[in-house]
Structure formats: structure tokens, C-alpha cells
């Protein structure tokens, strides 16, 4: 820190109680100076020798008959005075960062002019500010700080102006050249340790990082800081990035460490909430110069502070830009104290809409410039990875609020149908969202559960998710129906495909050179299968009640389906000559009919896969069949 010494004769200013100020000499004093409860006992002569404010008042109370002067509204106070006084003595006195602004406003105040003494201490304090003060990185921090007490003499002496000035210039110059002490807070890494195993014996200078003035601004009240990042941005030298990390910082540190606290105690949050919209109003207008994290970090203290709607709705526009970047703790902004929800679902629908709005197609346009082209290509890539990376968000949000015992399904099935289809890759993270409803809220009636699961495409559920659809019993059971439809569906395409490769490998086997007369391909009939047709159509309503249960056989009995399945048990026990093979076979047979009465080439396929009965396989002999015995028990 800067300081300069005045004067060179010892201080012998002494102090009796803790309101008395006198001058150990062995001249009288002949004037009393009052500031507030403090009163000074001194000489006129140095005095009136410097000031002409002191010069005039003296006289006046000459006139009154009075040898002490009240100047209790001097800037600075008693200790300003104290220190005009020492140098009207000719005393030792310091000046440093901390108190020079306050000698300098009380100078001001006394009219210590060049005037009345040539070397008066307006003169010498002015010389000490631009040579030592504001050349110096902390010192002009803290002379700015300690102008707020001094209003409006700071304002009027334009200091504050030259401070923020000197720290706007330092905090905008490259970062190689700076030189001074700056705070940091931040893990160094094991070679700043200076616990480096590779180091060679030569120190390298560390890096100073774009953003070293963040912490440093974040002792300023708002008022200042927004004046001092105002004018850093006019200079233009400083990325909206560097901005952005420079506002979460004096965030962190002034609004958001202690803000739920403090409005669940009921503290005046006057001066939070004039943080929150300054630093809404200075945030930079570049994408990405802030994250998404932070923005709703802010939206969720603008809720709690009740902020104005326009500081809500520029959250929500720029949150909505880059929404992709969110994660589902961010989004759980709790609800206004009046509503009976616990999250506040609206905003964040609010905010899925903004994002449709600005990723939407604006219409097909063409350049001639291919760069251009490029340009458009590469936008279209990034927006469809975006919406895919917000529906896996949304999807995990509808899990969260789904807890929610007092969420209405109309508002859960509005969000979920706000993100398109298409962005969808995989619907697990909506079942699980959908199951996680059901089951917070068993008393759902069967109307409101078909709708709550029609978001849900069955063809777009992981294996592991349909089998936990399929023993499910929140679900619906057509929902159980069509999930196993589709994955016998699936099933039967991988069969397929199998089929089909394994008879072109036989092709081009049997085109391989003949070894004694024989080609290699000579077996190919021992690898034809069997195919039995179970009909064809629509499946009945006996197998309807077979797989129901079958499924409740499962599952086991004391469910809300106990009537069905005793209506299946009986026609089940009227058919029992079939056998428990062909019992199993039933839902085969049922999803056979299903996918034929839809494509008939399909049904085809999935006939072929399903004519074996799942007990064949367990018959050593019909294992160890010969081909020609194949062949004769498919034409019969």
C-alpha cells in the first residue's frame, strides 16, 4: 500500500477522555474547535495561516464575543480534522488509502487552497492521488470504497470518476502485463505448489488468467460496481464471457450464499433485490457468456425476492436460448407460497416454449455462398442435438415433479407434449416419468391414465424398459398388450435378418469348388425348418382372456383384474387337454394375429418364429430329427 508522510515535527497532539483533543504545549489555547462531541483545543495562528473557511468563522465568533467554532457537518468527521490539523502544525501525519479521501474532502471543506499558502494540503494530497493512489491497483479499490460516506464531496471532487476510470484501464489491459497483487481464490495445481517432480530448476512465471480482477471488485457495494463494470464494457477489451464470470462471482458472494435464509426469516431483502436487477441489467447480451445454470440460479432468486415481471421475463427469453445446458436441479424452482404445488411448472413451461420458439424452422433459405451454406448446415446439426439434449432434460424434470401429489395431470401431459416426438430418441425417461405419476397417484381414474400414457410410444421403450412395462401393474393393460406386441414385433425383424444372412452364407458356400464330386453345399436341406400357421387375423377375445391370464398367473392373483381372471381360470380349465405347451404358446399366437392383421408379409415372418413350441426344445428326439423326417412333418 502507497502511503506519504507530511510534516516533520513530532505529534503531540494528546487525547483526555474520549472527547477531548488538546496540543501538549506551553502556549494557551485560544480556540475551541467542535465537531460533534469532540472538541479540540488549539491555536489560532496555524490555523487561520492555511484555512479561509476557518479564517471567516473566527471572525464571526469574535464579533459574538466566542472563542469556539462548530464545523460538526465537516466531511470525514473528527478524525478528518485531526489530521488538517496536524498539517496546519507543521506535525508527522501518514497518509494511505484509507484516509486520504477523507483529508482530501475535509481540505476541500476548510478551503485549504493554494491561495491562502502555497503547499497547502489540498495541493499535496491531489499530487499523492495521481501519483501513488490511482496507479495502483488496490488502493484505488479502496479509496473508491470509502467514498460512499463521503457523498456528495467525492462526487463533486470527481474522484470517484477517476477511480473507476483507473480501474477499469487496469482491469482491460492485456493480462501478460500486469504486475501488481490481485486476489484469486482458486486450486493451484501441484507444480504452483512447487512440489513439481519435472521441474528443471528454472521457475516459469505463472500465467495470470483472463478474469484475475473478479474477485477483487466484489468488495464494492452494487452501486459502484455497476458504475466500474459499466465502464469496463464501454472499453471494449474484455470477452462477454470474462463479463459473465465477473457477475456470478459478485452474485455468489452478495445475493445467492445466504438469499433463502434471509427471506425465510423474514429479512428486508430491499438491497438483495436491487443486486438481483443490476445484475440482470448488466448482463452481457452474447450467447454463452453466462451459463444456464447461473441464469436460473437468478430466476429462481428473482421468484424469491418477488422481482418485477420484465427482470423474470429477460431471464426466461435468455434462459430459453440456451436451455440444453440446464440441469433438472436448476429447473426445480419452488412455487409461490399461495400455490399448492411444490415446483413452479408454469415458468418452466415458459421457458420450454421460448426454446421451441427460437430453435423452430424459420423457413428454407439458399446462398450462393458455400461458406454460407456451411454455416446453415452446421446451425441445423447443433439445433437438432439441442432439442434431443432438452427432451432427456424434460424428461428427467417430469420424473421430479412427478413426486408431487398435488401436480394435475393436465399440466404433466402439457410439458411432456411440448417437446416434439421427433426429439425423442428413446421414451424410457418418459415411462419412467409416466410410472413414477402413476404411482404417486393411485387414485387416478382410468380416463386420465389412458391419456397419461398415450405421450408413450411402446416402439421407442429399451428391452429393459419393456420388461418392466410388461410385469407393471400401474399400467394400463392395453399399454402391457401393445408393449409386448412390439417387442415380439422387434424380435421377429432380428430373427429375420438372422434368417437372411445365414441363407446367403449358405449361397456362397454352395459356390465354393466341389471336393469328390459333392459341393459344399449339398446339406442345405437339412437346415430347412419347420413353419406352422396358427391362423390368421385379428386375435379373438378367448385370446385376449388367455394372455390376461396367463399375465395375472404371473404376476400372482389380488390385483384390481381379479374378476378377469377368474373368468380364465374356468375357460382355461375347460381346455385343459391342450397342455401347459400350448397354453404358453398363447400369447405367441395372440401377438401372432396381431401383427398379421396389420401387414401380412410381417405376419409371415412372425408366424415362422413363433410355430415352435417353447417344449420342443426339451424332446431330445425331435432335437435329433433327420432332415428328410423335416421335411415330411412340414408337408403333412
Known amino acids: 500500500m502507497k502511503h506519504m508522510k507530511l510534516g516533520s515535527k513530532p505529534d503531540v497532539f494528546q487525547t483526555e477522555g474520549s472527547n477531548i483533543r488538546f496540543v501538549a504545549t506551553e502556549l494557551a489555547t485560544d480556540i475551541v474547535i467542535s465537531i460533534g462531541d469532540v472538541k479540540f483545543y488549539l491555536h489560532k495562528f496555524p490555523l487561520l495561516s492555511k484555512s479561509s473557511r476557518l479564517q ?24 478528518a480534522f485531526e489530521i488538517c490539523a496536524k498539517f496546519c502544525y507543521g506535525m508527522i501525519v501518514t497518509l494511505n488509502a484509507y484516509n486520504v479521501l477523507a483529508a482530501r474532502c475535509a481540505a476541500e471543506y ?35 470504497q ?5 457523498q456528495p464531496w ?13 480501474i477499469a484501464s487496469k482491469a482491460s489491459i492485456d493480462p501478460s502485463e500486469v504486475e501488481w497483487s490481485y486476489t484469486y481464490n482458486r486450486k493451484k495445481l501441484q507444480s504452483e505448489n512447487g512440489v513439481d517432480s519435472h521441474w528443471n530448476g528454472v521457475r516459469m512465471q505463472q500465467m495470470v488468467p483472463k478474469d484475475w480482477w473478479v474477485e477483487d471488485l466484489c468488495e464494492l457495494e452494487m452501486e459502484l460496481y455497476k458504475r466500474v463494470i459499466l465502464t469496463i464494457k464501454a472499453k471494449g477489451r474484455i470477452p462477454a464471457i470474462v463479463i459473465g464470470e465477473a457477475l456470478r462471482a459478485y452474485a455468489f458472494r452478495r445475493l445467492l450464499g445466504s438469499l433463502e435464509d434471509a427471506v425465510s426469516n423474514g429479512t428486508d431483502c430491499t438491497k438483495r433485490r436491487a443486486v438481483l436487477e443490476n445484475i440482470v441489467f448488466l448482463l452481457p447480451t452474447e450467447k454463452g457468456s453466462v451459463s444456464c445454470g447461473f441464469l436460473l440460479k437468478l430466476l429462481r432468486a428473482a421468484c424469491l ?30 412455487a409461490a407460497g399461495g400455490e399448492n404445488c411444490l415446483y413452479n411448472v408454469d415458468l418452466i413451461m415458459a421457458i420450454v416454449e421460448q426454446f421451441m420458439s427460437h430453435h423452430s424452422d424459420n423457413g428454407k433459405l439458399s446462398f450462393e455462398d458455400d461458406d454460407e451454406i456451411v454455416e446453415v448446415e452446421n446451425f441445423a446439426s447443433v439445433s437438432i442435438t439441442s432439442k434431443l439434449a432438452v427432451a432427456k432434460l424434460i424428461d428427467e424434470y417430469l420424473g421430479e415433479i412427478a413426486k408431487d401429489p398435488n401436480l394435475p395431470v393436465s399440466k404433466f401431459i402439457e410439458l411432456a407434449e411440448m417437446v416434439s416426438a421427433t426429439s425423442r430418441q428413446t421414451h424410457d425417461g418418459l415411462y419412467h416419468a409416466i410410472d413414477m405419476y402413476l404411482k404417486e397417484h393411485p387414485s387416478l381414474p382410468k380416463s386420465e391414465k389412458k391419456r397419461l400414457c398415450g405421450l408413450m410410444d411402446c416402439r421407442k421403450l429399451s428391452q429393459e424398459a419393456c420388461m418392466h412395462a410388461v410385469q407393471n401393474e400401474r399400467l394400463p393393460l ?9 417387442e415380439q414385433v422387434r424380435a421377429s425383424a432380428a430373427s429375420a435378418r438372422n434368417d437372411s444372412t445365414a441363407d446367403l452364407s449358405l449361397a456362397v458356400h454352395s459356390l465354393l469348388p ?3 464330386g459333392n459341393s459344399y453345399g449339398s446339406s442345405r436341406s437339412a437346415a430347412t425348418t419347420t413353419t406352422e400357421e396358427e391362423g390368421s387375423g385379428v386375435p379373438t377375445s378367448s385370446d385376449i382372456n388367455s394372455f390376461r391370464s396367463m399375465r395375472l398367473a404371473t404376476n400372482g392373483a389380488g390385483s384390481e383384474r381379479s374378476s378377469a381372471s377368474s373368468e380364465i381360470n374356468k375357460n382355461s380349465e375347460d381346455k385343459s387337454t391342450t397342455g401347459k405347451a400350448k397354453a404358453m404358446l398363447m400369447p405367441k399366437k395372440m401377438l401372432s394375429k396381431l401383427w398379421s392383421g396389420k401387414t401380412t408379409n410381417v405376419g409371415e415372418n412372425s408366424g415362422s418364429e413363433t410355430s415352435e413350441s417353447p417344449g420342443s426344445a426339451n424332446n431330445p428326439e425331435e432335437v435329433k430329427s433327420t432332415p428328410s423326417r423335416n421335411m415330411r412333418r412340414s408337408m403333412s
Open 56 to 79: 471567516r468563522l473566527v471572525a464571526s465568533s469574535n464579533e459574538e464575543s466566542s472563542d469556539e467554532v462548530d464545523i460538526s457537518d465537516i466531511p470525514g468527521g473528527h478524525s
Open 154 to 166: 467525492s462526487e463533486n471532487l470527481k474522484v470517484i470518476n477517476q477511480c473507476i476510470d483507473s
Open 305 to 334: 425476492l418477488e422481482s418485477g415481471e420484465s427482470y423474470r421475463d429477460n431471464l426466461v427469453k435468455r434462459i430459453g436460448t440456451q436451455l440444453d445446458g440446464a440441469s433438472v436441479v436448476d429447473l426445480l424452482i419452488p
Open 478 to 486: 392395453r399399454v402391457v398388450v401393445q408393449v409386448l406386441f412390439f
Open 514 to 516: 466341389r471336393e469328390n
Open 110 to 144: 476548510l478551503e485549504m487552497f493554494e491561495t491562502i499558502d502555497k503547499g497547502n494540503l489540498i495541493y499535496k494530497i491531489d499530487v499523492f492521488l495521481t501519483s501513488s493512489i490511482f496507479r495502483t491497483w488496490k488502493d484505488s479499490i479502496i479509496v473508491l
Open 146 to 150: 470509502s467514498t460512499k460516506s463521503l
